[in-house]
């Protein structure tokens, strides 16, 4: 059999090596986002509700992250999925 060895040059060499090494850092910040989502609980375990309880509602949390409008929903900390501005959870902490 007749096979044909392919020769790297250095720079292919020096590519492919590079490329290996960022590979993990690649990998891993593209596993750290889809990680975060998963690491939030659940509404229901947190007993979250549209309404306020009082005058305790997420836009006057910390955990709170506000959509593009103050009465869009956004996102929060602690609870995975959309949140309501005038919603409410168990893992309420008051803005100081």
Known sequence: MNYRQRKF???ELIKFMALGAAMPFILGVTH???SAEAAKASK???KYQDKP????KCSNCIQFIPGDT?????ECKVVAGSISPQGWCTAFAAKS
Do not use: C, I, V
């Open 9 to 11: 040059s250095r720079r």
């Open 32 to 34: 750290n986002a889809r």
């Open 44 to 46: 229901a375990l947190m």
């Open 53 to 56: 309880n009082g005058n305790e």
């Open 70 to 74: 103050p009465d869009a929903n956004g």
